[in-house]
């Protein structure tokens, strides 16, 4: 949903929306004190070092003393061997004057990490930490760590010297007060002092330095020069809007480098490459949620969401660096070999560039303390599984939330909604949810319904549902400020808003004019809110409406950065600037709560977040935020959905057809056939767009988003079990090229296809006008199949492949299997019983595999009672087997096998005999086969897809 700039009139109202991000209302590096400071720092000069003589070794873990030459501070260094070939480093203050924010288990960390056992040498000045097939070197004097695997350095840790941790004011010495005094005492003088050279036996530098934080009549003149040596130290304004900083600065900050690796991807959202780029000449990348409408592309400013993942890879491995911190975070990042100028590129060419690759990267937080994971892969599937047992993997999502959804801002009534559900049957377009936005509400009085215009809320939803369709309304984190609204008045009496620096309800304006915030960093807050979703209390609700989160930076259309102000209170009396990142995750987390305990534990929820933080994945799905229709933003929404992907947001999508301005027929085609291949499909436009439902579009056009929708829905039996595998071992369902073919570096950097599962590779349509696509097909001993012109094709290549305006370049790899649902429902839930068909596409060997998972498609049933089947197909020596790939499942299911359809076949069957546990007697199949295109399709095996059988070629 669009912000805006807001104007309040004589107390009153917002004005119209801005036609484009306005930038100067977001930070700049420059404009923040913390980024500036850290950024300055110079390599190679660090002032920690580690005390060998305070070393304790335990059976999983070794701490040790760092000291800061410069401050004569001491912080806890701890180092944790992990399961799964994880490494835990921690750092935090020996003797902290206040405490800092750290996630609790169970919300960004799923559970407490299982820690595995270590051996620890100490040789000289360093310690070498033995763990699995890991050693991680320490280097006391200056202090760095090397993580290192097959005996070569994979992760270097503050080796350019960039660690940095700031302290809070000492509050005794009364420095800053809540009213945002500048003034400080010595106490703040070290800060300027990290980035010069350590002393030699880490004494102070003279006698001024030995009374820091004594106090003094030289306090005034120490604090300006502090301030004036590390710009905002103190105070700060940016807008018009003072961020008073109580307790002063308490920034965190460490470099990590990755020797041997060119490429690093991850730290969503930004609209950028999926390669991460050089920050040499730019801002760093910026993780910090904000409302930003109409984002610009390339850029690395802030988004919707943070997750503060990355990954390295190279051919010879992957590994990853999670940094635990919900606070503001820039990422600096370099490159040896990408950051060299034009001139030293010709040179190396010339001589024969043998440097190792390598790459940089400065982390840098606002506060909190520094709790970083390595994930030590060594294959990409590995570091999804280690960061998944980490932060939880995404839950098997209900079938109808992976099939296509209708959304605008706003359909108007009750006789709208019921138009566009009926117009779907009409023009035979099926469809599973129809949302609305913040219009259906009484006032932006979440919770509630416009009395005129949707005063038969319970039975509109349930004509919907009759046809077995959902839908979705949107519930925003701001309260609108009416004592006569009983659900204010509730969450006022009781306590339950985010506070100002002085104490009273935090007020800003949003959707409703003037608000209040309910503070999901309370866990009663968060109970509070679940309850709300409960039937009796959401009115004119029912079982089949789900939730739609939106404007959870938060958004605060009068705050900084068009967000909730930084020392704003929180539960626990911990600072806005503290929890920012994580806030969203929470109304989210609280949303599925609600709705899975309205159905007594047995349903499963679905809610849409557009902010997130890591972990959220393990509470519905995610968009992209407030798009255009633009060809430049359907181009862009590939590699943005794979970095969220890669980053753990599984379920994810951009809005079809862009939020914002009115895409021509062709584009919105397009968009539609590449949002069919995209794990959350649903097409959203603004209030003041044109209608783009399908059947209003040249009927051309409509029949061709009719077919690419269909298609999404044939292919709903692959999704969802690519969907229930990545529940199970965090991988991506859609994911980079790189993922399975992890030694060919031509797909590093490849961003404009992608592969669902292990099976499907897929190369939308992003230009105009386009009449042929260059597509990759990796893999020098891969086939690859056209299904639709039956074409096939080496991989290893590049092909230019002809496109017309109906043609969406999809390809089988060979020796895959993938299941089909052919048959054409109004609504996914229609065909759970229906027939499949299978898709078989021979290797060289002419071999294929696949599986298929199938459950009751919308309970918890498959978690709690094993009611699932996982079934696994193999086609070798021309024998195609069906058997249990998990024995534990019980399902039972009365859907048949109704064709298999094999391409690769080289000469065609004598005949074709089908047998099995369930078969009592052997028969012969029905069958027909075309030379010219090598494919054999069998038909009416009609055997339960469930049940074990073979069906052989002789």
Same mark, same amino acid.
């Given at each position: ?22 930038? $100067? ?367 939880? #993997? ?11 959804? +209708? ?155 068009? #967000? ?22 929470? +109304? ?306 009365? $859907? ?10 080289? +000469? ?47």
């Amino acid at each position: 949903m669009i912000t805006s700039v807001v104007l309040v009139v004589v107390g009153v109202s917002l004005v119209a929306p801005v036609n484009s991000v306005d930038r $100067s209302n977001f930070k700049t590096c420059e404009q923040s004190g913390f980024c500036q400071r850290n950024r300055a720092l110079t390599p190679g000069n660090t002032p920690y070092e580690a005390l060998l003589n305070t070393v304790k070794i335990h059976r999983t873990n070794v701490t040790v003393e760092l000291l800061n030459k410069k401050t004569n501070v001491k912080y806890h260094l701890d180092l944790i061997g992990l399961t799964n070939n994880v490494v835990r480093m921690r750092i935090t203050e020996a003797d902290p004057i206040r405490p800092r924010y750290e996630p609790p288990i169970g919300d960004a960390l799923l559970n407490i990490p299982e820690e595995s056992r270590i051996s620890v040498q100490k040789r000289g000045d360093r310690l070498e930490i033995g763990y699995q097939s890991t050693k991680v070197v320490l280097k006391a004097r200056p202090f760095s760590l090397d993580v290192v695997e097959d005996g070569n350095p994979v992760i270097s840790v503050n080796s350019r010297g960039l660690l940095k941790f700031e302290q809070y004011n000492n509050p005794d010495k009364g420095v800053v007060g809540r009213m945002g005094s500048a003034i400080y005492s010595w106490f703040s003088r070290p800060f300027r002092q990290v980035e010069e050279a350590p002393k030699e036996d880490g004494q102070a530098e003279n006698k001024e330095e030995e009374g820091a934080g004594e106090g003094g009549e030289n306090d005034e003149s120490a604090t300006k020069e502090t301030e004036a040596a590390e710009p905002g130290i103190g105070e700060e304004t940016f807008e018009g809007h003072q961020d008073t900083k109580p307790h002063g600065s308490s920034s965190v900050g460490m470099d990590f480098s990755f020797p041997g690796f060119e490429h690093v991807y991850g730290i969503p959202e930004h609209a950028d490459t999926l390669a991460l780029k050089s920050t040499k000449n730019t801002d760093p990348y910026r993780l910090y949620n904000l409302d930003v409408f109409e984002y610009e592309l390339h850029n690395p400013m802030a988004l919707y969401g943070s997750v503060p993942l990355m990954y390295a890879h190279s051919p010879q491995r992957t590994v990853g660096v999670f940094w635990l911190n919900p606070s503001e975070t820039w990422v600096d990042i370099s490159n040896n070999k990408a950051d060299k100028n034009l001139f030293s590129k010709v040179v190396d060419l010339v001589k024969g560039d043998d440097e190792v690759p390598q790459v940089d990267t400065h982390w840098f937080s606002e506060s909190g303390v520094i709790d970083v994971f390595f994930l030590l892969g060594p294959k990409p599937k590995d570091v999804f599984y280690q960061y998944g047992k980490l932060t939880g #993997t995404t839950p098997l999502p209900p079938l109808f939330s992976i099939a296509y959804h +209708q959304c605008r801002w706003n359909y108007n009534d009750q006789d709208d909604v019921r138009g566009v559900d009926a117009n779907f049957d009409v023009h035979d377009i099926p469809y599973d949810v129809i949302w609305l936005d913040i219009e259906h509400t009484n006032g932006k009085r979440y919770f509630t319904w416009d009395a005129a215009k949707f005063s038969h809320s319970f039975d509109m939803i349930k004509n919907i549902s009759a046809k077995g369709r959902k839908m979705v309304t949107v519930i925003d984190p701001h309260i609108k400020k009416d004592d006569g609204w009983e659900l204010y008045k509730e969450a006022r009496d009781n306590k339950l808003f985010v506070k100002d620096k002085s104490g009273n309800d935090y007020e800003g304006w949003c959707w409703p004019g003037s608000s209040f915030w309910l503070d999901f960093i309370n866990p009663d807050v968060c109970k509070w809110y679940a309850d709300r979703f409960d039937l009796e209390k959401y009115q004119g609700s029912s079982k089949h409406l789900f939730t739609w989160n939106d404007m959870n930076e938060p958004s605060v259309f009068n705050g900084p950065e068009i #967000t909730m102000h930084k020392d704003a209170i929180h539960h626990g009396g911990w600072e806005h600037r503290e929890v920012h990142n994580i806030f969203g995750m929470y +109304q989210q987390r609280a949303s599925a709560e609600g709705q899975v305990a309205r159905s007594g534990g047995n349903e499963r929820p679905f809610v849409l977040s557009r902010a997130f933080f890591a972990g959220s994945q393990r509470h519905g799905a995610i968009w992209t935020g407030d798009n255009m229709g633009e060809w430049s933003h359907l181009k862009m929404s590939i590699p943005m959905l794979l970095s969220l992907s890669l980053a753990g947001i599984t379920f994810s999508g951009a809005d079809v057809g862009g939020f914002f301005k009115n895409p021509d027929a062709e584009l919105l085609t397009r968009w539609y056939q590449a949002g069919a291949f995209q794990p959350f499909f649903r097409a959203h436009a603004h209030l003041d767009t044109k209608r783009r439902e399908p059947w209003l579009l040249p009927e051309t056009n409509m029949k061709i988003i009719r077919e690419a929708i269909r298609y999404r829905y044939k292919l709903l039996p692959y999704w969802y079990t690519q969907f229930y595998k990545s529940e199970q071992d965090g991988s991506p369902v859609m994911r980079p090229l790189w993922v399975e073919f992890p030694k060919e570096t031509s797909t590093f950097a490849t961003e404009d296809e992608f592969m669902i599962g292990n099976a499907l590779l897929v190369h939308p349509v992003t230009d105009s006008g386009a009449s042929s696509v260059s597509v990759q097909l990796p893999g020098a001993n891969t086939l690859w199949y056209d299904l639709s012109y039956s074409r096939t094709y080496n991989g290893g290549t590049t092909q230019s492949i002809p496109v017309t305006l109906n043609t969406v370049p999809v390809f089988q790899k060979g020796g895959t299997i993938v299941p089909r649902k052919e048959r054409v429902r109004r609504a996914s839930i229609l065909g759970r019983f229906d027939p499949y068909t299978l898709f078989i596409c021979l290797d060289k060997a002419g071999n294929a595999e696949g599986d298929l998972y199938i459950d009751d498609y919308h309970t918890f049933r498959y978690k709690k009672k094993n009611d699932f089947a996982f079934r696994s197909f193999t086609f070798k020596n021309n024998k195609l087997e069906n058997r249990n790939l998990d024995k534990t499942g019980n399902y039972q299911t009365p $859907s048949w096998l109704e064709k298999v359809v094999i391409f690769g076949v080289k +000469q065609t069957p004598r005949k074709i005999a089908l047998s099995g546990p369930s078969i009592k007697t052997a028969r012969d199949l029905e069958f027909n086969y075309s030379a010219e295109r090598q494919v054999l399709v069998i038909r009416k095996p009609d055997v339960n897809i469930a049940g074990d059988f073979s069906i052989v070629l002789r």
